[in-house]
């Protein structure tokens, strides 16, 4: 794994009472149309982004989104409306998580390569956003709605200088991305 | 100008669907609802035309070519819906 | 950076299961297409690339297609290796009919087990690009040296929810997919699973040299020119060609009436000198998530030398200033290969003839 520069962190399990007093602050008015999911995502990215002091993200930055749950909410209440009509157009579109990469690129005035990584670990998410990194770095994040709901969010850039480090432990963490980051067996799929 | 019964059944219908901060009563009958005036986007439209075609019977295609005139206000909407739902 | 070849691929489509059915298929030049009834006021019968010849329970199904598609991926040489599953509807198909619960792990898992998978597993969500999107995940992967193999596995299978989705969004048509086409009046969806085999470990006759995704969430759900234009730009850079260099395109041109309009003015920015266009939507429908796998592995079998070349029946649209080739273009090394899709999401790769 490269070596990183973690410049922005934020971590909100669950979020503290206000967060969407705080969401609608950070994001300049309260969001319409989304899902909790989303606007939980929304709340840590922004977050994430106000702790590493940059305002907008830059065109070479790449947007990471991984959950475990992701859009189920979504999925399930679609699921029940269309056994005798047709869902609602944005219910339809809540049960596809890119719609949360849209919603998050447009708020953060950015338009640029996103992914979103459904299950598996917050670890192997690091890992295959990391492998792809630019000069501009990756904003990556591991949202998840039920539990009161959670929001872990990372801007990292690589760090430059230091080629040899780590290269020799592809699956190993990196040692300064502690907490849900670290794990790389947690949720892991098992066979 | 004050919203007639039907008017107001719609405004109220636009608001939920929609998840509008705004009360049905103070939607301004003549005020454009795309863009300025509401503020309502292609995908409000869509969610809109889905939500007309459940409650009154009426299909609003978003491809057609009348669709600038027939969402141009809460008046022309209501009109349109009145004229096409099978009484 | 290592070069990154497409080992194998495999795939079942409407055309068939299999590349000798698949190209069977495509010879015929007229392909049954299936319907699906959706109820209520806007609903009615819509056209469906349905794969063929498929029973069972939906799980099973699946499980049939899953296994033979990566075994004709040589999937089974690489086991203990990344696999990346792309798709936007999971087993959403077995949960509306009660036979799945809904969670990402388990339709991972499940699938893991199918195909005996030991090695990592990952689940690509971005909708339509979800294919192209885990492609470019594995090449970073296998580009940085991390790891020498891995499958990309698109999995697109038969559910309402997609179906009624895009017909609440009004994107559907209820006749046929006309790419470019000047009656194009939307989409036509279709099913589809596809296997590519990635490898560093050996040259084989295409090689993967990259691309760029890029979303606007400006339009969540549909493509713009700028977006468009920036996709193709950087997809170029990143295989360090020049607009000149790429031979054939393969276009998202799904007969939707205003993206594909919106399509045609990007690359009439980016290619002076337009090279030859394909879309493969008329041929195999829109199969969302899967569509990047199985569309790259259609056109890798169409570009064969003996191979039929997909039919361009409907008369084109004259307005949008582009056309699609109605032969196989000659000395075709250097590939684009795009989808655009919901999410505001533009993704395109770029392979080569080795």
Redesign the interface.
């Known amino acids: 794994m490269k070596p990183l520069r973690i410049t922005g962190r934020f971590d909100a399990m669950p979020p503290p009472a206000d967060w969407r007093e705080q969401l609608a602050m950070l994001a300049g008015g309260k969001p319409r149309r989304i899902s909790l999911w989303t606007e939980l995502g929304l709340y840590g990215a922004l977050s994430c982004m106000a702790q590493a002091g940059e305002a907008c993200l830059p065109p070479g930055a790449a947007l990471w989104l991984g959950s475990r749950r992701g859009t189920h909410v979504a999925t399930v209440s679609v699921i029940a409306q269309l056994r005798d009509e047709l869902p609602m157009p944005l219910s339809f579109l809540q049960t596809q998580p890119s719609q949360s990469l849209a919603i998050l690129g447009a708020q953060l005035g950015w338009v640029g390569s996103a992914c979103f990584v459904a299950g598996g670990s917050p670890a192997a998410l690091l890992q295959l956003a990391t492998a792809r990194m630019g000069e501009a770095g990756v904003l990556l994040g591991w949202v998840d709605d039920m539990d009161g709901g959670s929001s872990h969010w990372l801007r990292l850039y690589p760090e430059a200088g230091d080629g040899g480090r780590a290269a020799s432990e592809p699956n190993a963490a990196h040692p300064m991305v502690d907490g849900i980051w670290s794990d790389l067996g947690a949720g892991r799929v098992k066979c | 100008m004050a919203l007639d019964q039907q008017e107001l059944e719609l405004a109220k219908l636009i608001v939920s669907?929609?998840?509008?901060?705004v009360a049905a009563a103070e939607i301004e009958p003549d005020a454009p609802l795309y863009g300025e005036g509401l503020g309502l986007d292609?995908?409000d439209i869509?969610?809109l035309?889905?939500?007309i075609?459940?409650t009154y019977?009426v299909?609003i295609?978003?491809?057609s070519a009348d669709n600038t005139k027939i969402f141009s206000s809460l008046r022309s909407l209501n009109q349109h819906i009145q004229q096409h739902s099978a009484s | 950076m290592k070069p990154v070849y497409l080992a194998d691929f495999g795939l079942a489509c409407s055309l068939g299961r299999g590349k000798p059915e698949v190209l069977a298929g495509l010879r015929q030049r007229s392909q049954p297409v299936a319907t699906r009834h959706l109820p209520g006021m806007m609903g009615g019968d819509f056209p469906y690339h349905a794969i063929p010849g498929s029973a069972g329970d939906w799980n099973e199904r699946a499980r049939e297609l899953v296994r033979r598609v990566s075994e004709e991926a040589g999937g089974g040489l690489i086991r203990n290796s990344p696999l990346f599953i792309a798709t936007s509807s999971f087993d959403i198909g077995a949960a509306e009919r009660g036979e799945a619960d809904i969670a990402y792990d388990l339709f991972a898992a499940k699938v893991a087990d199918w195909l005996a998978w030991t090695g990592p597993v990952h689940v690509i969500s971005t909708a339509c690009t979800s294919s192209l999107n885990a492609l470019l995940a594995a090449h970073a992967l296998l580009a940085s040296g991390e790891v020498e193999d891995a499958l990309v596995l698109g999995i697109e299978l038969d559910n309402r929810l997609t179906l009624a989705g895009f017909a609440a969004l009004q994107l559907l048509s209820t006749t046929t997919s006309q790419p470019f086409g000047l009656h194009r009046d939307g989409l036509v969806l279709g099913e589809a699973v596809a296997a590519l085999r990635l490898t560093t470990g050996a040259a084989s006759r295409w090689r993967l040299l990259g691309g760029a995704h890029v979303v606007d969430g400006t339009q969540p759900t549909g493509a713009t020119p700028s977006a468009v234009v920036a996709m193709h730009r950087q997809a170029l850079a990143a295989a360090g060609l020049g607009a000149g260099e790429i031979d054939l395109i393969k276009v998202q041109a799904a007969g939707s009436p205003v993206n594909d309009g919106v399509e045609a003015q990007g690359l009439r920015e980016v290619y002076a000198d337009m090279p030859p266009l394909v879309s493969l939507k008329a041929s195999v429908g829109h199969a969302m998530g899967a569509s990047g796998a199985v569309e790259l592995a259609l056109l890798a079998c169409c570009l064969d030398a003996d191979a039929a070349w997909p039919a361009c029946r409907d008369a084109l649209d004259e307005a949008l200033g582009v056309t699609l080739a109605t032969v196989r273009p000659e000395g075709v090394r250097r590939v684009m290969a795009t989808i655009l899709g919901f999410g505001g999401s533009h993704a395109s790769v770029v392979l080569e003839r080795t």
């Open positions: 669907a929609l998840n509008l901060d292609s995908i869509l969610e035309s889905l939500a075609s459940k019977g299909q295609k978003s491809d």
